[in-house]
């Protein structure tokens, strides 16, 4: 095992190429947009602004954050530009490496994103003397995929309610498998998912699908559950999202690889679906109906206009259907969840057909 | 055996009785104040005081509101949506659209006309366009919150107030009050901000209207300027309930009923 | 409803022109010009896309496409006081109404059949993320195909090379649904009427920044903006060049846009698009014009007509709301030096991630450059959350401020 210090990257999207940051000698270390840290970050940027951003940002200015010794942000969002644009006024030593994401998957985008990748890892570089080998890469692409299948095999138990711990506490396995290190995660995972299942709570509840961008508390797991909901399926940034398996090819160019993946990658909102044009709705409508769910919950966070944008469609494509959806707008605290329990739990009673 | 349905609103706390057969015995509503155990009980107190019916003749309490939780005894909680849904069908049968304004909550239900919600849309954490803000309204009128829906009967204009923030709406006001315009007119234009704002809640759970039967409940409903503006602004007929703060109780005692029959 | 509004435009402003005497016409024109636009777009007899606001819009004119930013359709309804309804719609299909109204405003519209079914779509990443969704949600609605653009974040020669490469293939994605090659001729023709209204608009900038400035605060209100609309038309040549005399015979005479010029203001992203009476109180109250806006700048090179790709690259790049906050702030920083600017007014646009997201960053940055910053909070599509009092005492709080500073330093 890797006993030497390595050194910390920050990131806060789940299209990070994480592969690349541990072959360049960094654990990455996502910012969670967790934690009681006090509102600031609304008077450097500005109060109606993505929470997930404003909340890595208070994180940062809070110094609730261990020392980096990078940042890489994607350009994923206005939000996430801004973020970068601002991590200096919280954090003015730490370096921010932005890696430019494209929109589409065709040759010409992932040529230019395998340029981004080899800019990063040059930068990565520069802090850490340490550019990755080709072997290097392959073995941290294999090594993240072992994560990444652990966790497929997990949720599947998780979604049919036998997972120990259910899905808070996958959820905790989420936040941790993207702040320690892969070595260490790897190891201990794979201890708890030799577990036999054990019949949980929430296998008699309502079945749902949860979608959406950054929902990263475990405790909200727990309130949906104690609703009387089952979440079958989840497909969040900060969840399921987070790691995907990657093509391996010891032939291939690895930064080819990465380019590739994270490009094909289950797509979040702010990728731009031209073929089919706007896919988003249907994707939602194919997976509730492959997972069994009975309705849809939309987690998203105020001021995410990718995702607010595309909530109309997604409406009226499960309406067509009679496929119930229930909107939840976050700030990323659980205090406003919490306030929207009438709404989770009427719906639950709504879907189990309540005193009909 | 008689049944029991509280609702713990932000406002009021009402309670309504029902029998073995479903029939309303008797209903209370008190202020919900500051201190709602307080209040829960005292209202359970009354309701058995006015109907005269005791305490080991109930079979079953359900309790519903937003403070449905602090309720004791009681056999569950259940949303305020889903009673007011049960609710609706034992007052005003073939609801399939309603309507719940209270103190702080707005909420549209689309029905199956048999008391099933189907769907439903709340409004934003704010009070914009419920019974609160009107309440704030009429005090900076200077008029009773009774007499304010029969202000606007024949007022024609069309003032409109440009927020529904309780805090900006207030300032409005006292500047329309400051430029002359008549009383009248401005609670014209207060139910007609508030009919919008409802019309747009109801839009997401029903954008076509027409041939549904529509209800509207909550304590607002007793006001009658509302209830035309939103007809007008929905063009459509509203149907409201006897005692339209009690839907949520009533349908929180018939949930008890039914629980209790089945097993 | 919107053919009969442009065609009842055209006729009164055609009637207008043809009748004035004063010689002051640049702004009939452009507006006449955006009108015609406005027709083409409804007659159902053209080819026409909706875009992102950084299409290479002369391109798309010399393979004769009409096109459109979808953000157009906003400032339209709102000018013409008629967004309300839009906004409701988009409220009722679950819109959140903390986003964009520019956004909201054609999300409501095209739902209600107020928007023409283009031929095609393209989306560009910047200027927004809410923009491109929005194009991809039209793009679902009329069930066309969508080509995606995405410029990049820095600015360097890669950045160029993808970005041109990706208008080429804008080309060939034309070419597919028009059935028609892009003819070169054409398109160098539509370079050169480019560089002409570029000419004619930095001529027209260079007088504005005299002191006084023969601007009058309306008349560049959405010029730069709705100018890359007509760019590679000789129309939008025209109007560009109209403005050039204008300024230039103004600027000759000593006739001040706004006499007794006593305080020049510097406006930020976008104008207040309906009607409102806050320009008109800043010019005959305070004498304070706003002589600048930062969406008019020009900031890009002429464009080779032999190889017009890579220019229209750097013409997107340069865009202020492209790239980073550090980039517009230079930008920004540039203007208020060049037109020697006392202030800037940041309307700071309701739901607006992009711009108002910066709101800290920027005021920052400009304070440091010595330019002092108001931010208005205002929703600049949207009439129904426009509080005038508050508004009207916050900028004459500021021009105060203004005109106190600059008597304090010195004045006359
Ligand atoms: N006679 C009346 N005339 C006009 N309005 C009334 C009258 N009685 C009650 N109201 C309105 O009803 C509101 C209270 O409604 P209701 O009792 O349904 O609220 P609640 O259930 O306590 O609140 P919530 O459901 O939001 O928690 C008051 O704010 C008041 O505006
Ligand atoms: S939640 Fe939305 S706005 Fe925020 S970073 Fe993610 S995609 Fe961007
Ligand atoms: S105002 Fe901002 S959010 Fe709206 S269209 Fe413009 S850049 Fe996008
Ligand atoms: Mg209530």
């Not at chain 2, 304004?101 to 099933?116: E, T, V």
């Not at chain 2, 149907?239 to 703060?245: G, I």
Request: hydrophobic share 40%.
């Amino acid at each position: 095992m890797n006993q030497e210090i390595t050194k910390l990257a920050g990131f806060t999207c789940a299209y990070t190429p994480l592969p690349l940051l541990a072959a360049a000698g960094f654990t990455p270390y996502r910012i969670l947009p967790v934690g009681q840290a006090p509102d600031q970050a609304g008077s450097i940027l500005h109060d109606n602004m993505c929470p997930h951003v404003k909340r890595v940002l208070d994180r940062a200015l809070d110094d609730d954050l261990p020392g980096l010794d990078a940042l890489v942000v994607i350009n994923s969002c206005d939000a996430m530009r801004r973020l970068a644009d601002a991590w200096p006024k919280a954090r003015p030593a730490e370096p921010v490496m932005l890696l430019d994401l494209p929109y589409s998957a065709d040759e010409r985008a992932v040529n230019f994103l395998r340029q981004e990748l080899l800019a990063l890892a040059e930068k990565l570089a520069a802090g850490s003397g340490r550019l990755p080998s080709q072997e290097e890469l392959h073995q941290s692409i294999a090594t993240y995929n072992r994560l990444a299948r652990l966790f497929d095999r997990l949720d599947a138990r998780a979604a049919a309610g036998t997972l120990t711990g259910g899905r808070a506490g996958l959820q905790r396995w989420h936040q941790r498998s993207v702040t320690e290190p892969i070595d260490k995660i790897l190891a201990e995972l794979e201890t708890f998912a030799a577990d036999n299942d054990h019949p949980d709570k929430a296998a008699a509840g309502a079945p749902i699908l949860l979608f959406g961008n950054v929902l990263a508390e475990t405790e909200a797991f727990d309130l949906f559950e104690e609703a009387g909901a089952r979440i079958v399926a989840e497909d969040l940034c900060t969840g399921s999202r987070q790691l995907t398996v990657l093509p391996e090819n010891p032939a291939e160019d690895p930064y080819l690889i990465l380019a590739r993946g994270l490009l094909n990658r289950p797509p979040c909102a702010r990728t731009i679906h031209a073929e089919p044009t706007g896919d988003l709705a249907e994707q939602v409508m194919r997976r509730a109906q492959e997972t069994g769910a009975r309705g849809v919950v939309a987690h998203v966070l105020k001021f995410c206009d990718p995702y607010l944008a595309r909530l109309p469609a997604v409406h009226e494509r499960l309406r067509k259907e009679g496929m119930p959806l229930l909107v939840l707008e976050g700030d990323c605290t659980m205090r406003s969840l919490g306030q929207q329990r009438t709404r989770i739990e009427a719906f639950v009673e709504m879907l189990q057909g309540e005193e009909s | 055996m008689f049944y029991l349905g509280v609702d713990v609103g932000s406002l009021s706390c009402d309670a309504v009785l029902v029998d073995e057969q479903g029939q309303m015995v008797d209903w209370a509503v008190i202020p919900t104040g500051a201190r709602n155990v307080e209040s829960i009980a005292k209202v359970q107190r009354q309701i058995l005081a006015k109907s005269g019916i005791p305490l080991q003749q109930v079979g079953a309490t359900i309790a519903t509101g937003y403070g449905r939780d602090r309720v004791e005894g009681r056999l569950a909680s259940v949303t305020e949506i889903t009673c007011h849904g049960r609710g609706i069908q034992a007052a005003l049968a073939g609801t399939e659209v309603l309507v719940d304004i209270g103190g702080q909550d707005s909420k549209a239900m689309l029905l199956d006309g048999k008391g099933r919600v189907l769907d439903f849309a709340m409004n934003d954490k704010c009070a914009a366009g419920t019974g609160r803000f009107l309440e704030a309204m009429a005090r900076t009128l200077e008029i009773e919150l009774a007499q304010l829906g029969h202000l606007d009967k024949d007022a024609h204009g069309d003032l409109t107030l440009s927020s529904m923030c309780t805090v900006f709406a207030e300032s409005e006001v006292v500047s329309l009050i400051a430029e002359g315009a008549a009383v009248p007119e401005i609670v014209r234009g207060l139910h007609r901000a508030i009919a919008n704002r409802t019309r747009t809640l109801i839009k997401r759970v029903a954008p076509n209207l027409s041939g549904l039967a529509v209800a509207m409940s909550g304590g607002v409903a007793r006001n009658p300027g509302v209830v035309r503006t939103l007809g007008q602004v929905l063009d459509c007929e509203i149907s409201v309930p006897k005692e339209p703060d009690t839907i949520g109780a009533l349908g929180a005692a018939l949930i008890a009923r039914d629980r209790s029959v089945k097993r | 409803m919107m053919l009969p509004y442009f065609e009842n435009l055209i006729q009164g402003i055609e009637e207008r022109l043809a009748t004035d005497k004063s010689g002051i016409v640049a702004r009939k024109r452009l507006t006449l010009e955006t009108a015609r636009l406005g027709k083409r777009l409804y007659s159902g007899e053209e080819r026409i896309t909706w875009s992102g606001l950084v299409a290479p819009y002369d391109l798309l004119a010399a393979m004769g496409i009409v096109p459109c930013f979808v953000e157009f359709i906003g400032g339209m309804l709102a000018s013409m006081g008629s967004i309300d309804p839009m906004l409701e719609q988009a409220d009722q299909m679950g819109y959140a109404t903390d986003c964009c109204t520019y956004h909201r405003a054609v999300t409501g519209a095209v739902h209600q059949g107020l928007l023409p079914e283009p031929d095609f779509l393209i989306a560009t990443s910047a200027v927004c993320s809410g923009g491109m969704a929005v194009i991809e949600g039209l793009a679902r609605h009329f069930d066309k195909d969508l080509f995606v653009i995405h410029v990049p974040h820095e600015k360097n020669e890669r950045a160029v090379a993808y970005l041109a490469d990706q208008f080429r293939a804008l080309t060939d994605f034309v070419t597919e649904h028009t059935g028609e090659a892009l003819d070169p001729d054409r398109l160098r023709m539509a370079v050169d009427n480019t560089n002409r209204a570029r000419a004619a608009m930095i001529e027209t900038y260079r007088w504005a920044r005299q002191v006084p400035s023969p601007a009058r605060s309306r008349d560049l209100i959405n010029f730069g903006i709705v100018m890359a609309l007509f760019l590679g038309t000789e129309g939008g040549a025209e109007v560009a060049e109209a403005y050039r005399d204008e300024f230039a015979r103004k600027a000759g005479e000593n006739i001040a846009g706004v006499p007794g010029e006593q305080l020049r203001l510097l406006w930020l992203q976008n104008r207040i698009q309906f009607k409102n009476p806050l320009v008109e109180m800043l010019e005959q109250e305070y004498q304070t014009a706003v002589v600048a806006e930062e969406l008019n700048d020009i900031a890009w090179d002429p464009i080779d007509p032999e190889d017009p790709y890579p220019g229209f690259a750097r013409r997107a790049l340069s865009f202020s709301l492209v790239g980073s906050t550090a980039h517009r702030a230079q930008s920004i920083q540039r203007l208020a030096k060049d037109y020697q600017v006392d202030g800037a007014i940041n309307p700071c646009h309701w739901g607006c991630r992009q711009g108002t997201g910066a709101r800290g960053l920027m005021g920052e940055a400009l304070r440091g450059a010595g330019v002092p910053t108001l931010n208005l909070e205002v929703d600049c599509v949207d009439p129904r959350n426009f509080a005038e009092g508050q508004l009207r005492t916050r900028l004459q709080a500021f021009v105060e401020m203004l005109l106190d500073h600059k008597a304090a330093a010195g004045g006359p």
